[in-house]
């Protein structure tokens, strides 16, 4: 499994761009980049998945280098609600779905108002 | 489509009871795994199985632990004779052979 690096922590005011950086040097050819967000006594919450260049959807962007040995998630105009941990994963996924993902501690992302 | 179900949310056992979780999938999600939160810590890997059968188990204590899924029915993690350490949030997760998507986790305190 590709092991990842992230910030431990992060603080943002309402309104700004957060970017979250997150190293993956072993990413594998088949491996996936995903990110999710947790808010206390949750479970974790789909954000966003990409392979390579750039994915956007109604909730984040994440972009991916060429090298794929990184990636970041950006979060616009973040607000309070957007406090929680972010996991940034990376794991195979073939076609029966056999993804073991590995969560690091995450980012701790607090917006301050 | 109801998301993945959990129960119960709390759990308190004492030292040597046993504790068992209980997961419902999304509907026509066939793929489960179970992962167990610590304090302050990420989310480990347990085990992942689909219906009967278990795929892998690397996560997952030799002892006092099983999982199942059978064919009808939830997902069941158990918990033999529990000690302090086991004393955590656990995550069931599913999917369909896409990301997965979790439920709310059950939070064993063992007194």
């Known amino acids: 499994l590709a092991k990842t690096t992230q910030p431990i922590s992060m603080d943002s005011y309402e309104g700004q761009e957060v970017n979250i950086t997150c190293s993956h040097n072993n990413i594998a050819t088949n491996d996936y980049i995903t990110w999710y967000q947790q808010f206390p006594s949750q479970g974790p919450r789909f954000i966003i998945q990409g392979y390579k260049t750039k994915v956007t959807n109604e909730v984040a962007s994440l972009f991916i280098p060429a090298d794929r040995k990184s990636s970041t998630l950006s979060l616009p105009r973040v607000s309070l609600s957007d406090t929680a941990v972010y996991y940034c994963?990376?794991?195979?996924?073939?076609?029966?779905?056999?993804?073991?993902?590995?969560f690091g501690t995450g980012t701790r992302l607090t917006v301050i108002p | 489509n109801a998301g993945v179900m959990q129960n119960p949310r709390h759990l308190v056992r004492r030292r040597g009871q046993e504790a068992r979780l209980r997961c419902s999938p999304m509907k026509g999600h066939s793929h489960v795994y179970w992962y167990r939160q610590l304090p302050e810590e990420g989310l480990k890997f347990m085990v992942y199985?689909?219906?009967?059968?278990?795929?892998?188990e690397s996560g997952m204590p030799k002892e006092r632990f099983s999982a199942e899924f059978p064919k009808e029915g939830p997902s069941i993690l158990r918990i033999q004779q529990v000690v302090r350490g086991d004393s955590a949030a656990y995550f069931c997760?599913?999917?369909?052979?896409?990301?997965?998507?979790f439920g709310p986790g059950t939070r064993l305190t063992v007194l």
């Open positions: 997760a599913s999917s369909y052979g896409g990301g997965q998507f």
């Open positions: 994963l990376v794991g195979d996924e073939d076609q029966t779905g056999a993804n073991n993902l590995f």
């Open positions: 199985l689909q219906k009967e059968n278990i795929i892998d």
